[in-house]
């Protein structure tokens, strides 16, 4: 092979093993596995877990954590007012954010570090991960869920 060829390999390589990357810079927070979730959830060190997907995939067949308020980044982006005020009392307190991957998770995340959240952290591979390693979902709506159209 000639140089040409090595240097283009070698740049596409080192692109694809950067990707992975790209969303802890984009947050700026910490993301962590499920089972570090679930021990946190069982000592109460998490106040609010917010998934970040649309309502269908929250309500539907993949589930969403147990507790989980359905946030859907679309949502998010553009009303960052409405979600200061609805979420300001927990400003500083813990934030889990769950997504279908870390990508959403993160712009999330960068959203919600924008108007001021400090003590988020993101789902490491987000609910797909959180499934496939069998941890408890709930289907559907939470019980006292509360359904507002704005």
Known sequence: MDFETVFIIAIMVLGFSAWKFIPRFIAQVPFVQPAEVMK???????????????????????????GAIN???????ERLTK???????????????????DTLAAHSARLLRKIGFSNIA????????WSNMGMPVEHGLPADAEIKMD
Not at 83 to 101: S, T
């Open 40 to 66: 946190a959830m069982g000592e109460n060190r998490i106040e609010v877990i917010i998934d970040v997907r649309a309502h269908g995939d929250y309500i539907g067949d993949s589930g969403h954590i147990e």
């Open 71 to 77: 946030l859907p980044y679309g949502y998010m982006s």
């Open 83 to 101: 979600v200061e005020q609805d979420l300001g009392p927990y400003k500083h307190e813990p934030i889990l954010i769950a997504a279908g991957g």
């Open 122 to 129: 993101i789902l490491k591979g987000g609910m797909k991960r």
